[in-house]
Structure formats: structure tokens, C-alpha cells
């Protein structure tokens, strides 16, 4: 549906470039939103580009990380859009990773029933999957993405050249999704080749790294058109979050999101094979994909299979003592399954 949809732009350079790229910013107020890891980076430069339509900017930087996705943070924004006497015709302009781009959809959707939303994604996360999509959020009483909204941007502007300044581990991070995006993707047999032929030691040459974000990027865009409110194909770029979340939490902040995914995935790919759902070769793939990026692949020694099955009850996908999985028959053919969560153990080989 046209109104779903985003602009999207994908080019190295863009941030230097803003102007030119948003000409119906002139003369509008703009709420710059970013967080206090890009800030000294890139705020002073996306100000400066903005100042040259002309545009009233309003920087607000909040503090870098998950725990700023909070009620508490959108209401300061609300008070900060308030005091500045934005209206509806005004832009929020989110710079940064998925948090920033989930808070600040959440903020453009709801203030005044919506305003205009920007999306300038910098993480290989948001870049490849979260900036586009528009799905919103915040989290809520350890409930992760609790709360939230649907509210595509109207741009989305992909520079790669930000991912410089990104730390290996959070690249990693980012790839993790980036290869599971190019195993359930559709267009096959091209996304699989890419994984097949692509190298992703840490150093991964930019231009390699900005093939593969535009092949995640297409693979989300396909997704979201033929389902945009997530009711079954969409669902499938869950793969290997069942485990990974109940993996994350239990961690409590020693495992990334990306590094739990990993684990989630090699776990359920594993599974599959061994039930000969799937052939060892997709497996093999991932792992080498994985391992290049020195991504654990297993449950670490530490967290008990029992506890993580235990998670899964609180899973935002299981009701009524049942679980919604992604599984999958080979690279593009994923499936859902619900299962049980004893009936899960079982097929996971960790109970009798
Ligand atoms: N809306 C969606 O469809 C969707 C999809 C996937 C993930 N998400 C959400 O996205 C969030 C995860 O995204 P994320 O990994 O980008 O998290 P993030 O926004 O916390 O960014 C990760 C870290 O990298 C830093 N960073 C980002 N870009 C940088 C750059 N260019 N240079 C230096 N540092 C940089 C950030 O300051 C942060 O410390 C989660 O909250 C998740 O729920 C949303």
C-alpha cells in the first residue's frame, strides 16, 4: 500500500550531502534526535547541513543505549516539541541506531497524531532492517518493545560511511542479522550466494559491507510490502529470535542482541538438521559466516537449557503454553510452526 511505503536513498556520502536530499525541510522546524555516542561524531555536520536550507534545528541528545527506550525519555521529547511550538507540519529527524529510530518513531507517530518522521540510520541494524518497516517502540517493565505503533518514515537515508565510526563488536552485531535477512530472503538463489561468497572477517572492506546492507535492506522492503502489520511473512525474519531473546535475557547484558541471535540461529538450524528438515550445507554456511565474525555459536556453558525454556513463556510470540517458531526448509523456504513449549524441549532435543 503507497502510504506504507518510505523513500528510501542509499549512497555513501548522503550525510554530507543533507541539503540536497531534503529540500522540503526548508523553512520547517526540525527536532534533531540522536544519541550521546553519535553526537560529538556527527551532530555538529547534520546541523550544519540542515542550517544551510534554511531550517530551525532543535538538537536533543539523549543517552546512547537500550535503557533510553523508555516512557520517561518520550515524555521529555513531548516537552521538548511543546516548548518549541512544533506543529504537525514539523519534522523530527532521527539520527542513529535502532533506538533512536524506534523512540523517535514512537514520538513522530503519536505527537499531534502523527508528524513528519526522517529516518538517518547509522548502525548496520537500523541501516539494513530497523529504519525501515515502521514499526516503533519502547520498552516497558522488562518488556522489550512493549509498546508501540506502526508509522513508516517518510525518508529514509542510508549512508554506509557512517559505519565507520561503528565498533567491531556492534558490526558483528549487525551482520548476525544482515546473513539470517539473506538466508530466509526470497530472492533466492542470488541472497544465498552472497552469503556463500561473501567474506566477513572483521575489517570487511565498506564497500562489501554496503553490498550486503542494500541486499537486507531489499530483503526487508519485500517483506514489508507484502505484509507491513507482521501477521506471516514478516514473521519470518524472527528466525532464530526465539532462542536468541530467551538467550539475551538471561544473559543480562553479557550477550548482544546480534550475539544471542547467533546463537538462536546455529541452534534451531542445528535442530533442523538433525530432525533432517534441512540440509547440513545450509548449516555449515551460516556457521563459517558467523565464525568469520567470531560470533558464538553455542548457549554458553552457564545458562541452563531448562531456564531458557522457561523464558520462552514470557515471549511475546507464546500463548496459552504455546510458541510461534520460524523454521525453515532451505535458504528462502521458512515456515511457521507452533508448538507446544514442552513439545519444543522435546524437538530440541533437551528434554525426554
Ligand atoms: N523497528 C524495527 O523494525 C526494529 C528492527 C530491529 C531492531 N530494532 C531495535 O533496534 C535496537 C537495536 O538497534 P542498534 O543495534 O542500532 O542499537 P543502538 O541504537 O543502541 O546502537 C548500538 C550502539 O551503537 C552506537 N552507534 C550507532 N551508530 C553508530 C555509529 N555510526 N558510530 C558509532 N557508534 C554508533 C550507538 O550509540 C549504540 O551505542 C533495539 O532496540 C531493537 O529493538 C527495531
Not at 564497500?207 to 522492503?221: D, E, N, P, S, Y
Not at 548449516?283 to 555459536?297: A, D, E, F, S
Not at 500463548?319 to 530440541?348: C, D, H, R, S
Request: net charge neutral; aromatic share 8%.
Amino acid at each position: 500500500m503507497a502510504e506504507h511505503q518510505s523513500q528510501i536513498y542509499f549512497a555513501p556520502g548522503i550525510g554530507q550531502n543533507l541539503a540536497t536530499y531534503l529540500p522540503e525541510l526548508t523553512h520547517k522546524k526540525i527536532l534533531l534526535l540522536t544519541d550521546s555516542n553519535l553526537a560529538p561524531l556527527y551532530l555538529d555536520e547534520v546541523v550544519a547541513q540542515l542550517k544551510l536550507l534554511p531550517a530551525e534545528v532543535t538538537p536533543m541528545v539523549i543517552p546512547a543505549g537500550e535503557h533510553s527506550k523508555e516512557l520517561s525519555t518520550v515524555l521529555q521529547v513531548y516537552q521538548t516539541l511543546i516548548a518549541q511550538q512544533f506543529s504537525r507540519q514539523d519534522y523530527l529527524l532521527a539520527l542513529g541506531g535502532g533506538v533512536i529510530g524506534d523512540l523517535g518513531g514512537l514520538v513522530a507517530s503519536t505527537y499531534m497524531r502523527g508528524m513528519k518522521l526522517i529516518q538517518l540510520p547509522t548502525s548496520i541494524v537500523a541501516q539494513s532492517d530497523s529504519s525501515l518497516g515502521g514499526k516503533t517502540a519502547i520498552d516497558y517493565q522488562n518488556y522489550k518493545n512493549l509498546i508501540g505503533t506502526f508509522y513508516p518514515a517518510s525518508k529514509i537515508l542510508v549512508d554506509p560511511v557512517y559505519l565507520q565510526s561503528l565498533s567491531a563488536r556492534e558490526m558483528s552485531c549487525g551482520l548476525a542479522e544482515v546473513i539470517k535477512s539473506l538466508l530466509v530472503s526470497q530472492q533466492q538463489p542470488a541472497d544465498y550466494h552472497l552469503l556463500t561468497t561473501s567474506h566477513f572477517q572483521s575489517g570487511v572492506l565498506p564497500a562489501q559491507v554496503a553490498r550486503l546492507i542494500q541486499a537486507a535492506l531489499q530483503v526487508k522492503t519485500e517483506f514489508v510490502r507484502a505484509d507491513f502489520y507482521d501477521f506471516k511473512e514478516r514473521r519470518f525474519l524472527n528466525f532464530g529470535h526465539t532462542i536468541g531473546h530467551s538467550v539475551e535475557a538471561l544473559a543480562h547484558g553479557q550477550l548482544h542482541h546480534g550475539e544471542a541471535v547467533s546463537i538462536g540461529m546455529v541452534t534451531m538450524l542445528t535442530a533442523l538438521v538433525e530432525h533432517r528438515l534441512l540440509a547440513p550445507a545450509v548449516l555449515n554456511v551460516v556457521v563459517n559466516c558467523l565464525q568469520q565474525l567470531q560470533l558464538p555459536l553455542t548457549i554458553p556453558a552457564d545458562l541452563p537449557r531448562p531456564a531458557i525454556i522457561q523464558q520462552l513463556y514470557l515471549d511475546k510470540k507464546a500463548a496459552n503454553g504455546q510458541i510461534e517458531l520460524v523454521l525453515l526448509k532451505g535458504p528462502g523456504q521458512a515456515y511457521l510452526q507452533t508448538m507446544a513449549i514442552p513439545e519444543f524441549a522435546k524437538w530440541l532435543g533437551w528434554s525426554k
